[in-house]
């Protein structure tokens, strides 16, 4: 069983700054990690995964995470946010088997001030 | 184009009924997936389907059915057991050996 923990509800910023969203995760296998973007009353979108490899991995829209095995996180970066950044942002894990279901952490509601 | 659908967008139940949320997907998806989202809990998997004719519980599947005749559709039915239906709804799909999951836009459920 894999379990996500997402250590901020929200997270204010100014636009132009940098932001990093925290997710910790805890699993008794190998997994594949995901971030997914929410904005208002609308599915998720995937904005990157690791799988394996290299540990930073790119994403979409300039955002970025960093897989650290060692302190079980894959926390996710931009350098500099948009007003348009503004959406619940998501952290999961599945188990790397076939099949293996999605858990979810419960969510960072990024806000980007003017 | 390629996707899932969701429908309808926004539900109104009254307390006692059964109502069925729509989920089709023509992306040749073998498994589809119903998550429901409820603020500050993140997404918790109602019931799963990996091939046709078959389905597993989920986290959370009492006063939730769902049936899967066929590959492309997947309907969750939220009984009249549930609780407290009031949720936003998620339906996503899988392919076999795939690690991506897509998402349908959602339905709205309030109980009134």
């Known amino acids: 069983a894999q379990s996500v923990t997402q250590l901020d509800s929200q997270v204010p910023v100014f636009e132009e700054a940098p932001v990093e969203l925290r997710c910790n995760y805890s699993?008794?296998?190998?997994?594949?990690l995901f971030w997914y973007v929410q904005y208002p009353n609308q599915g998720l979108q995937l904005l990157l995964k690791y799988l394996s490899g290299s540990t930073l991995v790119k994403g979409i829209n300039g955002f970025e995470a960093e897989f650290n095995k060692s302190q079980t996180s894959f926390h996710l970066r931009k350098p500099s946010v948009h007003i348009s950044d503004t959406a619940e942002y998501f952290c999961a894990v599945s188990g790397v088997d076939a099949g293996n279901m999605l858990t979810f952490g419960g969510g960072t509601r990024l806000m980007v001030k003017p | 184009d390629g996707g899932i659908t969701q429908s309808p967008k926004y539900l109104f139940r009254k307390e006692g009924q059964n109502v069925t949320l729509s989920c089709e997907q023509n992306l040749n998806h073998d498994a589809m997936y119903w998550y429901r989202q409820d603020p500050g809990q993140g997404l918790r998997l109602i019931y799963y389907s990996q091939i046709v004719n078959d389905f597993q519980k989920g986290d959370i599947a009492e006063g939730y059915s769902v049936s899967r005749e066929k590959k492309e559709s997947f309907p969750l039915t939220v009984t009249s057991a549930q609780k407290n239906p009031t949720a936003f709804y998620l339906c996503a799909s899988r392919n076999r050996g795939s690690t991506e999951a897509f998402f349908g836009q959602g339905t709205r459920l309030t109980v009134v």
């Open positions: 699993s008794s296998v190998s997994v594949y």
